[in-house]
């Protein structure tokens, strides 16, 4: 979960059903995202009344396609940016970017670490970056795991 | 004069080797295991030259869980044995009288389960995650990871709370 509003939909036995993605509640971002927040609300009562057979309910491929497995390099991101979290909190800053800048290192794509650290400090100093510069970077393409509801817009 | 500084000058290594033997003997070392940090003694100066974490027994079990048995290490119904050709990387014996000790060295252990460690060596701080497979299992399964938070008045709740009911897990931010 890299931003908000983002929803998971989980059943009654505890499964996912829908992973992590864009969930517009409401209209107030719309200039932007150019997404119904109705279509989202339609979909989620959809679900809610034919449960598994709801067209919105995802099969097992299609979640085993979305869920990315952790590698090692991913899993050892984890433990340097938990380091790094410690660190933190302890208030050791300069210790905490040194593990911070390792999880980034290990797992670039993961935009968690990239948001969380750049906000506790300087980032144009400490990592010669901003949240901003980078988004920028992407070209319109979303950091964030976009909505693919079938039959609506997509982002 | 001259005299005093070379013997000040020679002196200095010894002063400062021995400075740092006792900050190893008397220093604070962390260990974070299951997302709980836990002080562990130093380890005599021989083993904590390197970055891998020598722990008491008692400090093993006070930080992780783990207890060594006769099986190998073991926590609630799980055991993994030591390899015997390489026990000498796990466990060291220390034989100083009324300090004799057993040594285990949890980054070896870690390595052995292939699980994750950061270390910190200017504030000794080691990090043990969670293996990547541990991380995996929900794939598998498809079972949403289960976690506790507090709400607003502190009460914790936890995902798996709301077993046998459809849940909407939504992140939002209050600007």
């Given at each position: 979960m890299v931003n908000v509003p983002t929803a998971v939909w989980i059943d009654e036995k505890g499964r996912i059903v829908r992973p992590n993605e864009a969930a517009y509640v409401d209209d107030r971002y719309k200039s932007m995202?150019?997404?119904?927040?109705a279509e989202y609300f339609d979909a989620l009562r959809d679900w809610v009344a034919n449960g598994e057979k709801s067209v919105f309910a995802l099969s097992e491929t299609e979640l085993k396609d979305r869920l990315k497995p952790q590698n090692p390099d991913w899993a050892l991101a984890t433990a340097e940016f938990g380091l790094g979290e410690y660190l933190y909190r302890q208030g050791l800053q300069a210790a905490s970017i040194r593990h911070y800048k390792e999880a980034q290192r290990l797992n670039?794509?993961?935009?968690n670490y990239k948001r969380q650290a750049w906000a506790l400090s300087d980032a144009e100093r400490e990592y010669g970056t901003s949240f901003m510069k980078e988004v920028q970077k992407l070209n319109g393409k979303p950091y964030y795991a976009p909505r693919k509801l079938p039959g609506t817009r997509k982002n | 004069m001259q005299t005093m500084k070379f013997l000040i000058c020679l002196a200095l290594p010894f002063l400062m080797a021995a400075i740092s033997g006792m900050a190893a003997e008397a220093g604070t070392r962390v260990v974070i295991y299951d997302g709980v940090s836990t002080n562990v003694t130093a380890p005599p100066a021989n083993l904590a030259e390197k970055s891998d974490l020598w722990v008491t027994l008692e400090d093993l079990k006070r930080a992780t869980g783990y207890v060594l048995k006769p099986q190998g290490v073991c926590r609630e119904q799980l055991c993994f044995p030591i390899p015997k050709a390489r026990k000498s990387a796990f466990l060291f014996k220390q034989d100083a009288g009324k300090r004799s000790a057993t040594w285990f060295n949890l980054s070896e252990f870690g390595r052995l389960l292939r699980q994750p460690a950061a270390y910190d060596a200017e504030s000794s701080v080691w990090y043990f995650g969670p293996r990547a497979d541990e991380q995996n299992g929900f794939i598998e399964s498809l079972n949403a990871p289960d976690f506790t938070l507090p709400d607003m008045s502190g009460k914790k709740h936890s995902l798996s709370d709301f077993r046998g009911r459809k849940v909407l897990l939504l992140t939002w931010a209050s600007w």
């Open positions: 995202h150019r997404l119904d927040a670039p794509d993961n935009w | -």
